[in-house]
């Protein structure tokens, strides 16, 4: 089991979630943040720091937010776009700092009103 980032994180980022994880194990992608399922230990802590309320246990995941757990493991397990391969599980998002780089599920969301990039 895990936790996920859902949709509410797209182009907002907050990242107090990043500074709660006791383990490292929420990457930064272009728009959003992952979290990676194999290095997650469900401590829970990144929830309840989450302003826009993006982050849910796997079992408490909306209808609407289900996608989004098998995207946050598509960042770690697929080829995104630049990437010569999969990231993996490189043992901590510190050492990789911001990848610039999303799941096609992410890229494809319109921008939210006021976020750059294009």
């Known amino acids: 089991m895990t936790y996920v980032i859902g949709k509410p994180c797209i182009d907002v980022m907050d990242r107090a979630c990043v500074d709660e994880c ?7 992608g272009g728009r959003a943040l ?3 399922p194999d290095e997650c230990v469900d ?18 995941l909306p ?3 289900q996608p989004y757990l098998d ?4 960042f770690f397990t697929e080829t995104l776009p630049g990437r010569d391969g999969p990231l993996g599980s490189p ?17 494809a969301e319109p921008r939210a009103e006021g976020a750059e990039g294009g």
Do not use: M, Q, R, S
């Open 22 to 28: 006791p383990v490292d194990c929420i990457y930064e």
């Open 34 to 36: 992952y979290i990676h």
């Open 43 to 60: 401590c829970g802590a990144c929830e309840p720091v989450c302003p826009v309320d993006a982050i849910y246990y796997e079992d408490d």
């Open 63 to 65: 209808e609407e937010l």
């Open 71 to 74: 995207d946050n493991a598509a």
């Open 91 to 107: 043992g901590g998002a510190g050492k990789l700092g911001a990848l610039g780089v999303d799941t096609p599920l992410v890229a």
